[in-house]
T-cell receptor
Framework: AQSVTQLGSHVSVSEGALVLLRCNYSSSVPPYLFWYVQYPNQGLQLLLKYTTGATLVKGINGFEAEFKKSETSFHLTKPSAHMSDAAEYFCAVSPGSGNTGKLIFGQGTTLQVKP | KAGVTQTPRYLIKTRGQQVTLSCSPISGHRSVSWYQQTPGQGLQFLFEYFSETQRNKGNFPGRFSGRQFSNSRSEMNVSTLELGDSALYLC??????????????FGPGTRLTVL
């Protein structure tokens, strides 16, 4: 069965520092992977997704993620954190054929950005 | 283009009552998925509707049900409410051609509190 593990429920960085949020997945089929962000009292907003092709995926707001099949990882990075990046981040995997409309989410990582 | 809308945004009910939540997808989107978000269990998939048919279902009891109308709007119903049903209920829509790799666009959610 597919699953997603996000390492670290809370990550704290200083403004201007590198952001690294970790995500490992388990999938028996080629995965479709997503990163979403959730601000307080809001729904989820897509940051980026990997389906096929280039393993380095660029998203919105300066975020990017690299798909590493050998490591079953899809870590999210941003070179320089802004105060506005403080939010909760979710990694998700689509389970594949026969599981339409379903995403399996990790438990989320809360990003704190210190001034 | 307008995003996914959910009504109501907040709801307070008592145990044993039933509740209906509504979701209007992005224009042209034919798939609607529903998720439950709680601090303990995280984001969990409830079900997905496409062309007025439930196409996929998560592991929730039969008290949770849904439907989709011909204009793709969807409703979910929870009967005989329990305290543990208190959660943020998120609706997401997608084009749903193939289904598994489609980007899901989320609404702001309905916050249900069961007293």
């Amino acid at each position: 069965a597919q699953s997603v593990t996000q390492l670290g429920s809370h990550v704290s960085v200083s403004e201007g520092a590198l952001v690294l949020l970790r995500c490992n997945y388990s999938s028996s089929v080629p995965p479709y992977l997503f990163w979403y962000v959730q601000y307080p009292n809001q729904g989820l907003q897509l940051l980026l997704k990997y389906t096929t092709g280039a393993t380095l995926v660029k998203g919105i707001n300066g975020f990017e993620a690299e798909f590493k099949k050998s490591e079953t990882s899809f870590h999210l990075t941003k070179p320089s954190a802004h105060m506005s990046d403080a939010a909760e981040y979710f990694c998700a995997v689509s389970p594949g054929s026969g599981n339409t409309g379903k995403l399996i989410f990790g438990q989320g990582t809360t990003l704190q950005v210190k001034p | 283009k307008a995003g996914v809308t959910q009504t109501p945004r907040y709801l307070i009910k008592t145990r044993g009552q039933q509740v209906t939540l509504s979701c209007s997808p992005i224009s042209g989107h034919r798939s609607v998925s529903w998720y439950q978000q709680t601090p303990g269990q995280g984001l969990q998939f409830l079900f997905e509707y496409f062309s007025e048919t439930q196409r996929n279902k998560g592991n929730f009891p039969g008290r949770f049900s849904g439907r989709q109308f011909s204009n793709s709007r969807s409703e979910m119903n929870v009967s005989t409410l329990e305290l543990g049903d208190s959660a943020l209920y998120l609706c997401a829509s997608s084009l749903a051609g193939t289904g598994v790799a489609d980007t899901q666009y989320f609404g702001p959610g309905t916050r249900l509190t069961v007293l």
